[in-house]
């Protein structure tokens, strides 16, 4: 299974609603990444974990919280978004440390609005 | 900030022929990667390259590094419609924490029957 799975594919969501991205891949991979793309631009990268802690965060607004229950969910929290977060937001997995290849696996995305 | 540039921003060529699309970047890396993206979907992983290899082939690609220009070029051979896509190139550096890849610009291709 080479998979990761997004949900939900699309969603719609008020400036004062608060809502969850989610994630999950059962590759063993024990990276998970946040990425948010906008349109005709590279995916930026917002939060890495590895091994279920954070490793990295991009100084990213603390609207966005990320949460990684266990080695196969990531999931990220929406609270108070404005518009201009409106994108799609990819989730990758990957095997952990520099001599291992880092390939990601991408989930085909979740598409914000905001409204 | 982008560790990688590419270009160009967008190329139109018709089936069978060739693509040639280049990537930049400011600092060493560990590894560089190309990535494809169809549009509005997520992205696929097509070859790595390490910082001390030269060239690699898979099927139709093949991608050159050059440490000393910090450039590597991709490469698509007879191309196909279905290889219209966006193609990334993603870096990650030595100096940073492990797992920080960052992508490119991207190239745009089109390819027309």
């Known amino acids: 299974d080479t998979e990761v799975t997004q949900t939900p594919k699309h969603l719609v969501m008020g400036m004062t609603n608060k809502k969850s991205l989610k994630c999950e891949q059962h590759?063993?991979?024990?990276?998970m990444y946040w990425y948010k793309q906008k349109a005709k631009k590279p995916p930026e990268l917002m939060f890495v974990?590895?091994?279920?802690?954070?490793?990295i965060n991009e100084s990213v607004p603390s609207r966005f919280s990320p949460e990684c229950p266990n080695s196969s969910l990531l999931n990220l929290h929406l609270h108070a978004l404005q518009p201009e977060d409106s994108a799609l937001y990819l989730c990758?997995?990957?095997?952990?440390?520099?001599?291992?290849?880092?390939?990601?696996?991408f989930g085909e995305g979740s598409r914000l609005t905001v409204l | 900030s982008q560790q990688g540039e590419e270009d160009p921003q967008a190329l139109s060529i018709q089936e069978g022929e060739n693509a040639t699309m280049n990537c930049s970047y400011k600092?060493?890396?560990?590894?560089l990667q190309w990535y494809r993206q169809n549009s509005g979907r997520g992205l696929v992983h097509l070859i790595l390259?390490?910082?001390?290899?030269r060239e690699k082939h898979s099927g139709r690609l093949r991608v050159t590094l050059d440490t000393s220009k910090k450039s590597s070029s991709l490469l698509i051979t007879a191309s196909r419609a279905a290889d219209t896509a966006s193609y990334f190139c993603?870096?990650?550096?030595?100096?940073?924490?492990?797992?920080?890849?960052?992508f490119g610009a991207g190239t745009q291709v089109v390819v027309t029957p």
């Open positions: 993603a870096t990650d550096a030595p100096a940073d924490s492990w797992g920080k890849f960052q």
């Open positions: 974990y590895s091994y279920e802690k954070l490793s």
């Open positions: 590759m063993g991979h024990r990276a």
């Open positions: 390259i390490r910082s001390n290899e």
């Open positions: 600092t060493s890396i560990n590894n």
């Open positions: 990758a997995s990957s095997q952990v440390g520099r001599s291992n290849t880092g390939e990601l696996f």
